[in-house]
């Protein structure tokens, strides 16, 4: 399959920080973007050629859109989405990437989980579910403490929790409620691995040439929600081996064109698959300074079939979020200047319209001679951003 004439009219659904990057990479080759989200003036809606606000959940609405613009393409970028109108929009011709059985298994963590466990005989954490406050309490009790419960459906983080004992699982499972997305109730209880490191490896399925990988992305986490991410993450060959070996297979079985974001927790001897997007995913923004081919670009050129000759690493590389602290409705910034004085600094704010304590506002960017220095130089720029309420 081969999409190399352009230009090409992509409908974006989800128009976050993610989608604008990508957005702009499409844009670089003249293609024409659509945006989609459930409100207005959203990142990607900012650089896009046009513009939708609905509700994805919405079968209705998603139908008017995709009537009203004719897409060549459907690339979802979040996980509420209506995607049984995506089986349906591929079976009129419409491609979806990476496919819409693909989006569909990857939007809820149980199916995913499934296919990877159940299906495909890869290592994950233990896990059960639960539909109940009752349901948890003896999952949890079952798979042992500490353990992480979230909802099958959510972003960033949203909803997670560490859980140390019982006393602490009617405080996660009202969290988890709160913090899913889309139409589910259900919740997922897993077993807490003690990783030395957590890795996402960026994987690049193409339609006619072969599955390749950029270099593993070491990231750290709070509240299930990323806050630095860091390339190339320092693990033993025999380990990246096995880890791309698990990626190829559970991308294999899943189809289609694009990136996508797999994660792993690494111990001393182990590759546990973690959770898989299939999307550009939010720890890979560090190849916007890392890599010749950022992430974005990489999505792109696998979707329309454009060759990939080769993936070049530019050194010790580092991101860091920029999170607002309070709930604002007009906000502005202030010490970019500062942030960029040191060198080999960028900074990426998103333009988010409005703030919430702990929503990702931008991120900070920066390379070093070692990931040690490049990690300090992304913090150091990060916390020197002040988000203001204007």
């Not at 990857?106 to 994950?124: P, Q, S, V, W």
């Amino acid at each position: 399959m081969n999409f190399i004439k352009l230009p090409q009219k992509f409908m974006l659904l989800g128009s976050g920080e993610l989608g604008k990057e990508f957005v702009i990479a499409a844009k670089r080759l003249g293609n024409y973007v659509i945006a989609v989200d459930r409100y207005a003036n959203a990142p990607a809606m900012q650089v896009a050629d046009c513009y939708e606000v609905i509700s994805m959940l919405n079968a209705d609405e998603l139908e008017a859109v995709v009537q009203k613009h004719q897409p060549d393409f459907v690339i979802p970028e979040i996980e509420a989405i209506k995607t049984e109108k995506l089986i349906e929009f591929e079976q009129r011709g419409i491609t979806v990437i990476p496919t819409a059985s693909a989006t569909d298994y990857t939007m809820n963590r149980d199916r995913i989980r499934e296919l990877a466990h159940k299906k495909l005989g890869i290592r994950t954490a233990k896990y059960a579910y639960a539909t109940t406050l009752d349901e948890l309490i003896l999952a949890s009790e079952e798979i042992g403490f500490p353990n992480v419960i979230k909802p099958i459906m959510s972003s960033s983080g949203k909803g997670q929790s560490i859980v140390n004992n019982s006393n602490e699982v009617e405080t996660a499972w009202h969290y988890a409620i709160e913090g899913s997305r889309g139409d589910s109730q259900k919740i997922i209880v897993e077993e807490f691995i003690n990783f030395e490191i957590e890795i996402t490896l960026l994987t690049i399925k193409q339609w006619d040439a072969p599955t390749i990988f950029c270099s593993p992305i070491g990231h750290r986490q709070e509240r299930g929600d990323y806050q630095e991410s860091w390339q190339p993450a320092i693990i033993s060959d025999k380990l990246i081996s096995e880890a791309q070996a698990i990626a190829k297979k559970v991308t294999d079985a899943l189809g289609g064109a694009g990136i996508f974001g797999v994660e792993f927790f690494i111990t001393k001897e182990e590759v546990i698959f973690s959770e898989l997007s299939p999307r550009p995913h939010d720890t890979g923004m560090v190849t916007l300074i890392s890599q010749n081919l950022n992430e974005f670009e990489l999505h792109l050129r696998a979707v329309l079939g454009l060759p990939i000759p080769n993936i070049e690493q530019l050194g010790c590389s580092a991101s860091a979020v920029i999170l607002a602290k309070e709930h604002s409705k007009s906000i502005s910034y202030q010490g970019v200047a500062e942030a960029l004085s040191d060198k080999d600094v960028d900074i990426k704010l998103f333009g988010k319209p409005d703030s919430r304590p702990q929503r990702r506002m931008g991120v900070a960017l920066a390379k070093g001679v070692d990931i040690q220095e490049a990690r300090l130089k992304a913090t150091n720029a990060a916390s020197k951003i002040e988000i203001i309420s204007a």
